[in-house]
């Protein structure tokens, strides 16, 4: 019977790192999908907030930025709109982040403001069917002084609002004061010459602001 007993206990000692192993869970996934903000134009991915949102919070991240996208119409140079390219994301993510509306709204004079509300539903809709129980979050341009930038992001705070999407607006609620010449000198990758493309620096001082909107939603 000890035998018996020893063998039994030997067993389970042998199988246990096997059994623990088995059942780690899985790491939570997080894609971002969007234009050149998410790409992050011409410096690292790593460089962004939110890789450093998805490490700090332990997610795997999973990048679909694309520099020149727009959400609303294919760009010869630049490929295919979101509205169709969120198809291409993975089926399985814990969390979607979408920053996008800066090309629709520096083309808006040609692309019409109805056509980007249209394929802004279309987004919302396909997103909602495809990831029905992932917390899906929306992030606006920065602020322009442009009013054409100024209607993309009330009609995406409207668009995706209907479809029960939470948006930051980036143009009013952000520390990123993108209008400045002397603060894009500082905080953008070419500087004063840039109205989108945040550094390291830049991206750091966003992060905090992000990651407190993001947090209020993750546990819903």
């Given at each position: 019977?000890?035998?018996?007993?020893?063998?039994?206990?030997?067993?389970?000692?042998?199988?246990?790192?096997?059994?623990?192993?088995?059942?780690?869970?899985?790491?939570?996934?997080?894609?971002?999908?969007?234009?050149?903000y998410v790409r992050n134009h011409r410096?690292?991915?790593?460089?962004?907030?939110?890789?450093?949102?998805?490490?700090?919070?332990?997610?795997?991240?999973?990048?679909?930025?694309?520099?020149?996208?727009?959400?609303?119409?294919?760009?010869?140079?630049?490929?295919?709109?979101?509205?169709?390219?969120?198809?291409?994301?993975?089926?399985?993510?814990?969390?979607?982040?979408?920053?996008?509306?800066?090309?629709?709204?520096?083309?808006?004079?040609?692309?019409?403001?109805?056509?980007?509300?249209?394929?802004?539903?279309?987004?919302?809709?396909?997103?909602?069917?495809?990831?029905?129980?992932?917390?899906?979050?929306w992030f606006t341009p920065w602020s322009?002084?442009?009013?054409?930038?100024?209607?993309?992001?009330?009609?995406?705070?409207?668009?995706?609002?209907?479809?029960?999407?939470?948006?930051?607006?980036?143009?009013?609620?952000?520390?990123?004061?993108?209008?400045?010449?002397?603060?894009?000198?500082?905080?953008?990758?070419?500087?004063?010459?840039?109205?989108?493309?945040?550094?390291?620096?830049?991206?750091?001082?966003?992060?905090?602001?992000?990651?407190?909107?993001?947090?209020?939603?993750?546990?819903?």
């Amino acid at each position: 019977m000890k035998r018996i007993l020893s063998t039994l206990a030997f067993l389970f000692l042998s199988l246990s790192p096997t059994l623990a192993q088995t059942t780690e869970p899985q790491r939570l996934r997080m894609g971002v999908i969007g234009d050149s903000y998410v790409r992050n134009h011409r410096e690292p991915v790593e460089n962004t907030w939110h890789y450093k949102f998805a490490q700090r919070h332990g997610f795997e991240y999973i990048n679909y930025g694309r520099n020149g996208a727009c959400v609303s119409i294919d760009r010869q140079r630049f490929g295919p709109a979101l509205w169709k390219r969120y198809q291409e994301m993975s089926d399985s993510l814990d969390l979607v982040i979408v920053i996008a509306g800066h090309n629709d709204a520096a083309l808006l004079d040609s692309i019409g403001l109805p056509l980007y509300r249209q394929r802004l539903g279309e987004v919302c809709q396909g997103l909602i069917a495809r990831y029905p129980e992932t917390r899906i979050l929306w992030f606006t341009p920065w602020s322009h002084d442009d009013p054409n930038f100024l209607q993309i992001v009330d009609a995406t705070i409207d668009v995706c609002g209907s479809w029960g999407i939470p948006v930051f607006d980036a143009y009013r609620r952000s520390n990123i004061f993108a209008r400045d010449d002397r603060f894009r000198d500082i905080y953008f990758q070419s500087g004063r010459r840039d109205h989108a493309h945040l550094n390291a620096r830049g991206h750091d001082r966003f992060l905090p602001v992000a990651e407190s909107f993001i947090m209020q939603y993750l546990n819903r």
